[in-house]
């Protein structure tokens, strides 16, 4: 950004000296030549000088101010980050043996369910106790030089390992501490095992060995002694060279079922009174939107649910609002006008940031379509617009509104993929599907218990393990599921008003953007000033030469005229004397 320059002339004329020695010696005119050159070089550049300054301080203010509208566009812009996906269902527990949690990834409706906890689930635990120290041998029989592990589940005394999770094995030497048995065992990869040694009383110690949760999670370890005459057991079922001590492999056998300190177990639960197992305490494939964590067991239901909430939403609106005021404050007194003699604002009148002010009152008072069949207003939610222009929230209104239609709220803070009935489930993924609404055509041959077909946005969708998915322009990554008996409906994709703005606001910070080619234009006339007012410097100096010289010439007229008086009035003197 440029710098104003001074008003060199006068700076030039306060450092040069003042004194005439022409005139402090009587020798010319009398008049203070040096004093009279400067006055008339300010008088005839000073005021194309403090002109042009004036200029250069105005743009520089602009730019200034500019800048400042961007940092305020990226502050609203990150308010509103803050503010988008904003939910109004809040979610509760009517104990604390069933913690509910919103899950943001996914759309979250009202609910009420009733639950009760018999078991939580636990994983296998085996202890291996009775050893003196942390680095005591593994193995005293010193027959082990293998322990094969697994994962999975018994019935029985037979194990059936998890097809999913491959067998491993760990070296065992004479040599080889428990402390070391359990640093091999955490470094299997997807075992889901885990170990530690564990000290027990002042002098002992267990190499205690932990499984994933759950009744298929179970461990299978098998310390072999691959010298053994009947080698090593080409499957994970007992042989006769597994060494029973360091060994679990035969639930049955009392040797093995002592390591056993801890069953893995599912836990179970009924739902609504339906019973339910699963082999974790994390529960997040019965209600969309949540994870259910089972805490603790309950001799009683528990009540579990979600619900719109009228005081987050309208904490959530007075927000916004107050960060759409702001931005439309700040704009508005930069290009305040100014009245009765004011100044007005640093961008009086400037015609862009007037057509913000507009646009951001567009986007507030335009209808928000596509989330349901009708329109939605910023309105209907008690918003209003005063006569300066501000946002204002009517909190009867609002409640009234809101008790009554509490989805709409997603309109002004969530996206939102949606379909017209409860039957049809539809998803968004990724950011290629359109804002609109599109009519969804199912095609069945059994009296809709089934269907083989679909189109949205009149083009055919692509069925894939009974999910359609949109292969429009408008529609890709649209995914349908659609339930017996479901009919044709419309599907809604909307944008909502945060989004809107966010969109407004990036085109305005953008690089290249409108204000970016204005403070550009400014800067460029400010290079040109400073080009002119170093012409004004030549020019002067030009000036004053011209008048140092024309005055030089008359006093130096006045200095002969003044001899010439002197040689008269010597000559009249001495005629004078000579008639006495």
């Known amino acids: 950004m440029a710098t104003t320059i001074t008003d060199s002339v006068s700076t030039a004329a306060t450092t040069r000296p003042k004194v005439d020695y022409i005139s402090a010696l009587n020798a010319g005119s009398g008049l203070n030549t040096t004093q009279i050159v400067d006055t008339l070089v300010e008088a005839e550049i000073l005021p194309k000088q403090n002109k042009i300054n004036e200029q250069v301080e105005e743009k520089n203010v602009s730019i200034s101010s500019l800048g400042q509208v961007k940092n305020d566009f990226t ?5 509103l980050a803050i503010l988008a996906n904003q939910n109004t269902i809040v979610t509760a527990s009517s104990s604390t043996a069933i913690t509910v949690t919103p899950d943001s990834t996914t759309a979250l409706q009202p609910f009420v369910h009733n639950m009760t906890v018999s078991t939580l689930a636990k994983a296998h635990t085996l202890s291996f106790p009775s050893y003196s120290s942390a680095n ?33 094995s760990i ?26 040694v564990l000290k027990t009383g002042d002098a002992s110690f267990s190499l205690v060995i932990k499984s994933g949760l759950g009744a298929n999670k179970k461990i299978y370890m098998s310390a072999q002694d691959t010298n053994d005459s009947n080698g090593l057991a080409a499957s994970l079922s007992p042989a006769d060279n597994v060494i029973a001590a360091v060994s679990y492999t035969t639930p049955s056998n009392s040797t093995h079922a002592a390591k056993q300190v801890v069953a893995g177990v599912d836990s179970a639960f009924t739902f609504d009174g339906i019973s339910i197992t699963r082999p974790t305490n994390l529960i997040t494939d019965l209600v969309p939107g949540v994870s259910l964590e089972l805490n603790a067991t309950s001799a009683a239901d528990v009540e579990v649910g979600a619900a719109h909430d009228e005081t987050q939403a309208l904490d959530v609106l007075t927000a916004f609002v107050t960060e759409v005021n702001t931005l ?13 003699g004011g100044d007005g604002g640093p961008l009086r009148g400037d015609t862009l940031i007037r057509s913000y002010i ?17 329109p939605i207003y910023l309105s209907n939610f008690g918003v209003m617009t005063e006569l300066d222009g501000s946002l204002s929230i009517d909190t009867l209104k609002f409640s009234d509104y809101f008790k009554s239609n509490p989805s709409d709220f997603s309109a002004l803070t969530k996206n939102r993929v949606t379909s017209g009935n409860a039957l049809v489930q539809v998803t968004g993924t990724g950011n290629l599907y359109k804002a609109g609404t599109y009519d969804l055509s199912l095609t069945s041959s059994d009296n809709r218990q089934s ?4 189109t949205l946005d009149g083009a055919a969708m692509v069925l894939e393990n009974g999910t359609f998915k949109g292969d429009s322009t408008n529609t890709l990554g649209i995914n349908i599921v659609a339930a017996s008996g479901a009919p ?60 140092v010289e024309q005055f030089a010439a008359m006093e130096t007229a006045v200095s002969s005229f003044k001899k010439t008086g002197e040689y008269l009035t010597n000559f009249m003197d001495s005629w004078r004397a000579g008639l006495k």
């Open 451 to 454: 269907f083989t077909a679909a």
């Open 136 to 168: 005591a041998v593994f193995d005293s029989s010193g027959h082990a030089d293998t322990v094969i592990f697994g994962v999975g589940s018994y019935s029985g005394d037979s194990f059936s390992n998890d097809a999913n999770i491959a067998q491993q």
């Open 171 to 196: 070296s065992i030497t004479g040599t080889t501490t428990i402390q070391d048995v359990a640093s091999q065992i955490n470094s299997l990869t997807s075992t889901g095992l885990s170990a530690s």
């Open 328 to 340: 439309r404050i700040s704009m508005t007194n930069m290009t305040d006008m100014g009245v009765d």
């Open 358 to 374: 507009n646009r951001l009152k567009s986007i507030t008072t335009t209808p928000i379509s596509n989330y349901k069949d009708d």
């Open 75 to 79: 502050g609203f812009d990150t308010n």
């Open 488 to 547: 044709d409906t419309r599907i809604f994709i909307g944008n909502s008003l945060i989004s809107s703005l966010r969109e407004f606001s990036k085109s305005v910070l953008t690089p290249g953007n409108a204000i970016d080619s204005k403070i550009s234009t400014y800067s460029d006339e400010i290079t040109g000033y400073e080009d002119e007012l170093a012409k004004l410097e030549t020019a002067m100096e030009t000036t004053r030469a011209r008048y």
